[in-house]
C-alpha cells in the first residue's frame, strides 16, 4: 500500500487529537506488579476440539474459522514468517510462543522451562488443537509478570469453567469464575509481550481498566442469535468466532464513530471516535488508513490524500519488527477511548457529502519482503474496516 502525497493547496490535515502529541515510549512506560511465585508450566489435560463438537455444533463452526484455530505456525503465514526470524528458530531451540499459541500442547514444558528444547510439530496432535476449546475454558486464574501474563490451568479433567445454565452430561462446567463474565481471562495472553530485547511491543493496554475486561466479551465475543449447546433453551450465545482484523470485522467496526461539522465554506472538522479501550490496529506489523473524498451528486470530484496510522518500533539497525524492537519512534494510532479530528479544505458547495473510510493493513510495506510475504494477499492487500457517505451540514 502506497501513501498518497500530501501535495495540495486545498488540502490540510490536521490532527487535533492524541496523534498530534510527542510519542512516548510505552515499551518502556509499561509496568507491572508482577505475582510473587512463578507457577512452573504444565500440560493441561489434553481435550480435542472435535470432542465439544457434537454438543456446541455451533461453537465449534465459529471457532475453527477463528484466528485461535489458526493461531499455529501450521495454519497463520504471517505468524510463521515472524517466528522464523527469530534466534530460537535458527538455533533450532525453543518456540516459546507456545504459551500463547499452543497452550493446550501435551509438551508445554518442553517449550516453556528453561533448558528446554522443542519446535513445533505438524504431526503433534495436541498442537493442531491451537488454542483449543479446553485451552481457554479451563483457565481458572491469571499469573501477572512482567514479561507476559500466564494462564493457571485446573487439573480437574472433566470440569470446564463457564457461564451456562444448564447441566452438561459430558462435563461439569464450573459457572462461578467471574472472569468468564467480565472477560478478564483474555488478559493472561493479550494484556502485553515482552521480546527478548527486554522491550514491550504489544499492549493491549497500558492500564488494564474495568472496561477494558468488560469490552473484551462485548466487542470480540459478542451475542448472536442461537443456542450455544443442544441441550441449552438460550435464544443466543456468545460469538466464538473472535472478531478481529483477520476475521469478522464488521462486529468491530460499531466502535468507530465518524462525524462531519462544517466550520466554514471552505473547512470541514472529522471526527473518529474509538470507543475501544485500546489503540487501533495497535500490532506493530500493521498499519491502518483514512481515505476522504467529496461527493457531489452522486460522483466522486475530489480526492484527499490517504492518511497512515502506525506504531514504528526501532533496533540499532533501524526499522525493527517485535523480535529485535528496543525503542518506539513514531505512534501515530487512534488512541484507546479517545477522538482523533481532522481539518479537511476544500471549495465546499450545499449538498456535498463526504465518504469517509476506514481501512488497515495487516503487514505494512516496510516488512512484507522481509518476511518473505509478496505474495500472501491476505497479508499484503488493504481491507475496509468501516466505511460512510455523510452529508456535510
Known amino acids: 500500500m502506497k501513501k498518497s502525497t500530501l501535495i495540495s493547496t486545498l488540502l490540510s490535515i490536521i490532527l487535533l487529537s492524541a496523534c498530534e502529541e510527542p510519542h512516548f515510549d510505552e515499551g518502556k512506560e509499561f509496568s507491572i506488579e508482577e505475582a510473587i511465585t512463578t507457577t512452573p508450566f504444565k500440560a493441561i489435560h489434553f481435550e480435542t476440539n472435535e470432542s465439544c463438537k457434537e454438543c456446541h455444533p455451533t461453537i465449534y463452526d465459529e471457532f475453527t474459522n477463528s484466528m485461535h484455530f489458526k493461531a499455529t505456525v501450521f495454519r497463520d503465514k504471517i ?17 516459546k510462543c507456545a504459551q500463547c ?49 500466564r494462564n493457571i490451568y485446573s487439573e480437574e479433567k472433566d470440569a470446564f469453567y463457564g457461564i451456562g445454565e444448564q447441566l452438561s452430561i ?33 499492549i493491549t493496554a497500558s492500564e488494564t481498566k474495568e472496561k477494558s475486561y ?132 476544500h471549495s465546499f458547495r450545499e449538498n456535498d457529502q463526504l465518504s469517509v473510510e476506514f481501512g488497515y493493513q495487516l503487514v505494512k510495506d516496510d516488512f512484507i519482503k522481509s518476511l518473505g510475504l509478496e505474495n500472501d494477499k491476505a497479508a499484503t492487500s488493504y481491507k475496509i474496516f468501516k466505511k460512510e457517505i455523510i452529508l456535510i451540514e
Open 170 to 202: 459430558a462435563h461439569l462446567t464450573n459457572n462461578k469464575n467471574k472472569m468468564y463474565r467480565t472477560g478478564e481471562l483474555c488478559l493472561g495472553c493479550h494484556s502485553h509481550r515482552e521480546n527478548i530485547k527486554d522491550y514491550v511491543v504489544c
Open 214 to 345: 468488560k469490552t473484551c466479551i462485548s466487542c470480540h465475543m459478542p451475542q448472536v442469535d442461537g443456542p450455544g449447546s443442544t441441550n441449552s433453551t438460550q435464544r443466543k450465545h456468545f460469538f466464538h468466532g473472535f472478531a478481529g482484523a483477520n476475521n469478522n470485522q464488521e462486529m468491530l467496526a460499531k466502535q468507530v464513530e465518524f462525524r462531519v461539522k462544517k466550520v466554514a465554506n471552505s473547512k470541514v472538522e472529522l471526527s473518529i471516535k474509538n470507543k475501544a479501550p485500546h489503540d487501533l490496529f495497535l500490532h506493530p506489523l500493521r498499519a491502518s488508513f483514512i481515505k476522504t473524498a467529496i461527493v457531489r451528486d452522486g460522483k466522486t470530484i475530489h480526492t484527499f490524500g490517504d492518511l497512515q496510522m502506525e506504531r514504528v518500533l526501532k533496533d540499532k539497525k533501524g526499522i525493527a519488527g517485535c523480535t529485535n524492537a528496543s525503542r518506539e519512534t513514531k505512534n501515530t494510532l487512534i488512541k484507546g477511548d479517545q477522538t482523533t479530528t481532522l481539518i479537511l479544505k
Open 79 to 95: 505468524h510463521k514468517a515472524v517466528w522464523e526470524q527469530h534466534p530460537n528458530f535458527k538455533n533450532k531451540t525453543q518456540y
Open 101 to 149: 499459541h499452543l497452550p493446550g500442547a501435551d509438551n508445554i514444558e518442553a517449550f516453556m522451562e528453561e533448558g528446554g528444547q522443542a519446535l513445533p510439530d505438524p504431526n503433534n496432535a495436541s498442537q493442531n488443537e491451537a488454542i483449543s476449546c479446553a485451552a481457554c475454558h479451563k483457565i481458572k486464574s491469571i499469573e501477572k509478570h512482567r514479561q507476559a501474563n
